[in-house]
């Protein structure tokens, strides 16, 4: 008989995550298992991505409403959700300013799910292995009914602040614990030493014909290049772990030295507004564009000269693996994680944090025509296919 199995996220909306969920459902053999997916709510522009092999299971309006704003929680008539949400985002809040944590939005979404609980229905299937696949894994611990639970990890826990002890309860759920990158794994070691056993390290899968096909379906329209202006880009959710705001300063930097450049971002999020606002405030509206979101953004990567991630930290950024499948130059900043991403001087530049270190990262490159061509170089002589990633989650699955 098939496996059952379970695989749960929260949409398919663009994001990095959203891509490698869509990664590892193309690699799943749907000859040896039986694959649910759930999805709290349908919606997203990687729908279509989805391929044939999973069953995607009816939306459930309890669980849509973690997509919903308490607004419309209100309106549909939860109002155990909405209070309990309500609760939940001043009480984020609240713990973040004592605190003083830079990014509360983790502890609101936490706290949403620990006071929410309650009131979501369980799951009447029974599946071998439950697999939630974006955090927090609060679903699949009290939810559903499964013989093995397996929750992953796409961030760093250095650089979030999170209720330890719901977090310890939640995770104590899991019998395996996957985490994207060896560097994840040893920041969330570092706080929850007593699940060291559980975990296991895998990459997100990747496949660079898929990401070649992309880049070739569609012609982009925005970017216009120009012999002598170099073309920069960035793709990511606009939030203050990607570090765009540094970005804009670099660019300010580098545009008053003189330097011709254009720098398009692709991407969406909650810090727009404040992004604009400081775009106009340093004036360089011409130099630096908020792209918006878009379904397909390598079409936009194989146009730039230099791909720039100029991140405050990342779990494992999908984005520069794509970047290099491109054969593009590629910039990152020093992020925790950043040498589980790129071999320093080989295949990409590894600069220091911030608008200073980022300017000083395309100064170089920029200037520096042969370093370019060697990073393109290397980076067309690798190979950066890992759909073999899937062996071991089927390890953690038969296991």
């Given at each position: 008989?098939?496996?059952?199995?379970?695989?749960?996220?929260?949409d398919?909306?663009?994001?990095?995550?959203?891509?490698?969920?869509?990664?590892?459902?193309?690699?799943?053999?749907?000859?040896?298992?039986d694959?649910?997916?759930?999805?709290?709510?349908?919606?997203?522009?990687?729908l279509?991505?989805?391929?044939?092999?999973p069953?995607?299971?009816?939306?459930?309006?309890?669980?849509?409403?973690?997509?919903?704003?308490?607004?419309?929680?209100?309106?549909?008539?939860?109002?155990?959700?909405?209070?309990?949400?309500?609760?939940?985002?001043?009480?984020?809040?609240?713990?973040?300013?004592?605190?003083?944590?830079?990014?509360?939005?983790?502890?609101?979404?936490?706290?949403?799910?620990?006071?929410?609980?309650?009131?979501?229905?369980?799951?009447?299937?029974?599946?071998?292995?439950?697999?939630?696949?974006?955090?927090?894994?609060?679903?699949?611990?009290?939810?559903?009914?499964?013989?093995?639970?397996?929750?992953?990890?796409?961030?760093?826990?250095?650089?979030?602040?999170?209720?330890?002890?719901?977090?310890?309860?939640m995770?104590?759920?899991?019998?395996?614990?996957?985490?994207?990158?060896?560097?994840?794994?040893q920041?969330?070691?570092?706080?929850?030493?007593?699940?060291?056993?559980?975990?296991?390290?895998?990459?997100?899968?990747?496949?660079?014909?898929?990401?070649?096909?992309?880049?070739?379906?569609?012609?982009?329209?925005?970017?216009?290049?120009?012999?002598?202006?170099?073309i920069?880009?960035?793709?990511?959710?606009?939030?203050?772990?990607?570090?765009?705001?540094?970005?804009?300063?670099?660019?300010?930097?580098?545009?008053?030295?003189?330097?011709?450049?254009?720098?398009?971002?692709?991407?969406?999020?909650?810090?727009?507004?404040?992004?604009?606002?400081?775009?106009?405030k340093?004036?360089?509206?011409?130099?630096?564009?908020?792209?918006?979101?878009?379904?397909?953004?390598?079409?936009?990567?194989?146009?730039?000269?230099i791909?720039?991630?100029?991140?405050?930290?990342?779990?494992?950024?999908?984005?520069?693996?794509?970047?290099?499948?491109l054969?593009?130059?590629?910039?990152?900043?020093?992020?925790?994680?950043?040498?589980?991403?790129?071999?320093?001087?080989?295949?990409?530049?590894?600069?220091?944090?911030?608008?200073?270190?980022?300017?000083?990262?395309?100064?170089?490159?920029?200037?520096?025509?042969?370093?370019?061509?060697?990073?393109?170089?290397?980076?067309?002589?690798?190979?950066?296919?890992?759909?073999?990633?899937?062996?071991?989650?089927?390890?953690?699955?038969?296991?």
């Amino acid at each position: 008989m098939k496996k059952k199995i379970l695989i749960t996220s929260f949409d398919l909306a663009i994001g990095g995550v959203e891509r490698s969920l869509i990664g590892l459902l193309n690699q799943f053999d749907y000859a040896i298992y039986d694959v649910d997916l759930l999805l709290f709510k349908h919606e997203g522009e990687f729908l279509s991505f989805i391929p044939d092999g999973p069953n995607l299971l009816p939306e459930e309006p309890h669980y849509s409403t973690f997509r919903k704003s308490i607004y419309q929680i209100v309106k549909d008539g939860y109002y155990p959700i909405a209070i309990s949400r309500l609760i939940a985002k001043y009480s984020g809040l609240f713990h973040g300013k004592v605190k003083k944590v830079e990014e509360p939005g983790y502890l609101t979404i936490q706290y949403g799910w620990e006071f929410t609980n309650r009131y979501l229905p369980d799951l009447n299937n029974e599946y071998d292995v439950a697999i939630g696949f974006l955090w927090p894994h609060h679903f699949i611990g009290d939810k559903v009914k499964a013989k093995k639970k397996i929750g992953w990890i796409h961030t760093d826990y250095s650089n979030i602040y999170v209720n330890k002890n719901i977090e310890k309860k939640m995770w104590a759920k899991m019998d395996d614990i996957v985490v994207v990158s060896e560097e994840c794994s040893q920041t969330f070691i570092d706080i929850f030493p007593d699940f060291k056993e559980k975990i296991t390290v895998i990459e997100n899968i990747l496949s660079p014909d898929f990401v070649r096909d992309q880049a070739k379906v569609e012609v982009q329209k925005e970017i216009s290049k120009q012999p002598e202006k170099t073309i920069l880009v960035t793709v990511g959710r606009l939030t203050h772990a990607k570090g765009l705001d540094e970005a804009i300063r670099a660019c300010k930097q580098l545009v008053d030295e003189g330097f011709d450049i254009e720098w398009y971002v692709v991407g969406y999020g909650p810090l727009e507004n404040e992004l604009r606002n400081l775009i106009m405030k340093l004036g360089v509206e011409r130099q630096f564009i908020l792209l918006g979101k878009k379904t397909n953004p390598y079409p936009y990567i194989a146009t730039c000269d230099i791909y720039v991630q100029p991140s405050r930290y990342e779990g494992k950024a999908v984005t520069i693996r794509e970047a290099q499948v491109l054969g593009k130059p590629v910039l990152l900043t020093n992020f925790p994680t950043a040498k589980s991403q790129a071999d320093n001087g080989f295949d990409a530049l590894i600069t220091e944090c911030g608008h200073e270190g980022i300017a000083n990262g395309l100064r170089k490159m920029i200037n520096n025509d042969e370093f370019r061509k060697k990073l393109v170089n290397n980076v067309l002589s690798r190979d950066y296919g890992n759909e073999n990633e899937i062996n071991k989650i089927y390890s953690l699955i038969n296991n």
